[in-house]
Nanobody, 121 residues
Framework: QVQLVESGGGLVQPGGSLRLSCAAS????????MGWYRQAPGKERELVAR???????NYMESVKGRFTISRDNAKNTVYLQMNSLKPEDTAVYYC???????????????WGQGTQVTVSS
């Protein structure tokens, strides 16, 4: 069984910063891609950023230059540093990881429970 636990959300003023963390635990053999998605009220879930196990990153256009994704493979943890936050960044942020469990051959996607990020003055 695998669990993703997120932390770091909250309320911040425009221009402020937050750092999200997501730790994967359980019977993990290895992790391929890890990423962050977000979903605002009335909108579909969208990819914010993702990082491969070798460190290759991808970002959605609107967060480039403001957000930085990173990971610690020894801790099975992915981070999202969010700077210069804007009200339009307000959403529930979800962690996603493509994980292969012990004694398995295939990878499956797992999701965290979500953490609320609110950018408002």
């Amino acid at each position: 069984q695998v669990q993703l636990v997120e932390s770091g959300g909250g309320l911040v003023q425009p221009g402020g910063s937050l750092r999200l963390s997501c730790a994967a635990s359980g019977s993990i053999r290895d992790i391929n891609v890890m990423g962050w998605y977000r979903q605002a009220p009335g909108k579909e879930r969208e990819l914010v950023a993702r990082i491969g196990n070798a460190g290759t990153t991808n970002y959605m256009e609107s967060v480039k230059g403001r957000f930085t994704i990173s990971r610690d493979n020894a801790k099975n943890t992915v981070y999202l540093q969010m700077n210069s936050l804007k009200p339009e960044d307000t959403a529930v942020y979800y962690c996603n990881a493509n994980i292969r469990m012990l004694f398995r051959y295939t990878y499956n996607d797992y999701w965290g429970q979500g953490t609320q990020v609110t950018v408002s003055s």
